[in-house]
């Protein structure tokens, strides 16, 4: 696997029961995975022949982040090494340009769109299409975490917005009127097997996942049906490996417009470690080597995942300690990282039959372990 | 951990998620631990020098297996570091002779038994104390999975036992007329707290553990809450830290007797892993670090754990291709072993709400992973 952050570590978990020999190629020997995987390479994953050392040995190549050029997962490929996802896939979740595209000639519901070269063509598209501002103008390219989106209100606002002052391709989309956030999490192989998880909802916090509920509270059937439809198309007309994240809006009218796509395990996902019969880990190590897929189905009513972030006390330990304590039940997965303040350092699960319970339990443990409340 | 086994695979494996950092002291790089541990130490247990070498810069050192010379563990603790078990609650699992008088002096039931020298004195215990002929000879250290373990049908039989033949103690033990095998499994920390798992039964075939059955069917509510009881007793004498083991014996009188401990994780704790909220080797390790322990309950109404030995065949990756397609809720743990026949080299777990279709399904992953049916 490219990239030592946390996915890797938890992928290595879960290849350790499938006798997977797992290796990472990690910036640092800090890095999340580097602290627990049995064959750590640092080294620049932006650098081909650091790449191509890497490889030797592996009977396939996969990912943790979607920043390898693609003309890098060419030449492996050329090499003969099977890169999993494919670079014909994968660009649409490096490039959003490429992929509001592809999905738009797909027919598949997007927010309306369209790449800017400047302010004057934001207020354009405004006027034309969007229905007038707010307008989100995203980076086609990097962005992850609410980074590299911004919400402009005016042709004044977008002139003074960073990816034009970077110079950078812009996508500017309209601002959706939707309810809330759902995923549509899938997993396929190379050779066509698909597994669709539950839909669910994902809420954010400053542009940051901070939790995930499993299944969506009050879906409606159809509506998750169809959301699992569309995610298992896309992962088809793409030709995804792996595991595939589709993040939706579900809009006032009560259609689903598809947000992002990630290729990969994601943090719409990692409720499935405890809450799921086969977690995305699994499931996505096993499509991306050619097994056949787990079972995707939820072991309980409700699952819920907060994420822990960094708070202002670098040691979370006697509040790691307080938690366990007061909650035998709590699923704690640490990432290994050191706490700073707003950093993903871990998240919690916790499961059952009353989804405000359970919601509650996970709620409290991260917020008691970020610092934000005492008791 | 000193070992490099399946047991400190799986306890990294769980160590993961809870941020710890583990070390491995193994014999070779192709342990079963070694393959995927990010800091592995090769070398010998037996060796002091190495085991002070390995302990540098550890929080607390445990173990996979009972072989660490108490007197090294001794030395250990004089230059300050914890081990957990410590070597006066380790002896007890190293030594079958001090485990057996120490366990009769506190009054728990046990297997009528005595230290013999010579065949004439397994003859004086059979005839004194045990009703007779077919007695048991148990070497007090070493034994494992039926190894150091002979019945005997008279004294002639007992002169040529091997134990006697090496010039080893020999323990002398009644034949217990059992219906079956039980094993009450506990954790315990440092300063008291500790956690009952359900107690499971456990299926032997030619003295090798093949099934674990959690809980034990049909066991009655009283006795299943006095062998935990008995269970949780021995682990607070003893002064057990970490995960204890209480193999039993179900007597036709409807009694129970201790038949071994083992103080670490243990073949009749691998169910908990899939079927329980927290796993034996995440609570072995909050135990021995002194964390608040999980909570030990069962997460289905059945779970059915059975060994996969190896078989004739040394490729064993077409059965578990097989395994995987034919049942997706199959949870599969492979150990890294190469294959030879009769070593265990993982097992499967199956769980749900129908105890003879879980049985069945795990039952026939692991024949067909094992190669003894092809269907």
Do not use: K, R, S
């Given at each position: 696997m490219v990239g030592g952050g946390q996915l890797a570590r938890m992928t290595h978990e879960a290849g350790i029961p499938l006798g997977i020999n797992f290796k990472v190629l990690s910036d640092?020997?800090?890095?999340s995975a580097a602290k627990v995987v049995g064959e750590v390479v640092i080294g620049d994953y932006r650098d081909l022949d650091t790449l191509r050392a890497f490889a030797q040995g592996c009977d396939v190549i996969t990912f943790d982040h979607e920043h390898v050029p693609t003309e890098h997962l060419r030449a492996l490929e050329a090499d003969g090494i099977p890169v999993r996802p494919g670079p014909d896939a994968l660009v649409h979740a490096q490039d959003k340009g490429v992929m509001r595209a592809r999905l738009t000639e797909l027919g598949i519901p997007c927010p309306r769109h369209r790449i800017v070269a400047d302010p004057a063509d934001v207020a354009r598209f405004a006027a034309e299409e969007?229905?007038?501002?707010?307008v989100v103008l995203k980076t086609v390219r990097g962005g992850y975490d609410g980074k590299g989106v911004w919400v402009v209100d005016s042709a004044e606002d977008a002139a003074i917005a960073q990816p034009f002052l970077a110079g950078v391709p812009v996508l500017a989309e309209e601002k959706v009127d939707y309810t809330r956030e759902l995923a549509a999490n899938v997993v396929r192989s190379p050779h066509g097997q698909a597994v669709a998880y539950p839909v669910v909802e994902s809420v954010q916090v400053r542009g940051v996942c901070d939790t995930v509920i499993?299944?969506?509270?009050?879906?409606?059937d159809e509506l998750g049906a169809a959301a699992q439809q569309l995610a298992l198309r896309i992962a088809a007309e793409l030709n995804v490996t792996g595991h595939l994240a589709v993040e939706l809006f579900e809009t006032t009218d009560g259609r689903v417009l598809v947000n992002e796509l990630a290729m990969r395990p994601h943090n719409s996902g990692h409720w499935t470690q405890d809450g799921a019969v086969t977690s995305q880990f699994a499931n996505h190590l096993r499509a991306v080597l050619d097994l056949p897929l787990g079972d995707p189905r939820p072991r309980a009513p409700w699952t819920v995942m907060v994420n822990v972030l960094g708070g202002d006390?670098?040691?979370?330990y006697p509040a790691y300690l307080h938690c366990m304590a007061r909650d035998p039940g709590l699923k704690i997965h640490m990432y290994g990282k050191d706490v700073k303040p707003g950093r993903k350092v871990g998240h919690v699960t916790t499961y059952g039959d009353d989804l405000s319970e359970v919601r509650e339990r996970a709620r409290h443990a991260a917020d008691y372990l970020r610092g934000t409340i005492d008791e």
């Open positions: 640092t020997p800090q890095d969007a229905g007038g501002f707010p499993a299944p969506a509270p009050g879906l409606p006390y670098p040691d979370m």
